[in-house]
């Protein structure tokens, strides 16, 4: 029961890679992409992390499965505001 | 899980991993460059986790991959981004593209040869009888060497002079940095998102490492690793414009810089003082005599590698931060903080 619990929610994590892929590859402008990328990532990663938990033996290890989550969640939020900030910045520059 | 499937992930990573290192050296922009090496330092962190070597993937993913890609943005950042070649550039080129040419097959040949023979060498090894004489001598002696994790065993108590020797190279390295005078400007001070992320990172960096240090004992980690992700606090600190990046005053540096080094030593040559043989550890000291040892590489480590971002001295009262002003607001900023290398003479 709870192999397949967390086989649904890794395989859900991957299609939101998915997505997520295809939209910084396909969408046309840097903000689309940024929007796209991050958001679907995060999500993917916690669907990922979700369903690693699953199987961790133990709850330490669990929960530095999602510590791990919680660092790569803020630092692609303020990766993905500094990349957005510099491209409005070059954008209202004579 | 399916050894087809798991074939196939190590098929694609190598793939994924030749592809992105040919991109990398073919791309014509520099900073695209450095991003691709840094995206294939973590797939090599990668097949080094799937060669079921986790140290070797740490530290990998923490200095092929995280602090190497910094020390060499840093370093793009010093120099003008590359035009497109204008003309006169064309005609300077036009003499020397022959002797470039020849340099680079002369490269690729001796680099193809080199892949050859190492390629060579590993089917022999993959022929023969398994060389597990030193794994087994290893796993036998586990028991006196104080941890329980055999890598960080044979690191820091069977081959214990190897690992003095990479501590001194790194010292040698540092004192190299250092006679460069005084380090790169500063950032700008970073806007109130990146500074709230230094603010909750940095901690949690220092906490990571401290906890790798101690883990080392019985799995994954040590002191390079530790050392790595105590170096990557002082590098997120620097990019958010702090200016004393948590690394101590001068004199305290030194400390902390040769702090490997010296420990290591003065443990082998008391050791020697006893009677024993230099870093022969008693069986019943060895554990804490590794993680002092361990303790004081970490901090050297992370000092060096700190340096080696800042790319020279640290000046006494912290670092100016870099002239380039694009709004007014900025402009003013920098103004007001002192011009690099004008009062940067003192300390040292």
New interface residues.
Partial sequence: MIDVVSSLLIVAGVGFYLAGSIGLLRLPELYARLHALTKADNLGLGLLTAGLMLQSPDLLYALKLLLIWL?VL??SA?SA??IA?HAR?RET?P | MNPVSLQLFDVLLLLSIVGLAWASLASPDDRRSVILFMALGLLLALAWGRLLAPDVALAEAAIGAGLSGALLLAALREQPRREAPGATEAVAKRGSSRLQAMTQWVVTLLCAGLAGILGWVLMHIFAGPPLDRLTQAVSANLGVSGVSNPVTAVLLNFRGYDTLLELAVLLTAVLGILALGPGRAGYQPAGPIFDALARSLAPLLILVSAYLLWVGAHAPGGAFQAGATLAAAGVVLRLAGRQRIGLPPEGALRLVMTAGVGLFLAVGLSLLLMGRPFLGYPPAWAGALILVIESAAMLSIAATLVLAFIGGRLPAHGIPAAEPATTRREAITTAAAPERGGEEESGC
């Fill in positions: 660092a803020a630092a303020t505001h500094l900030r910045r520059r």
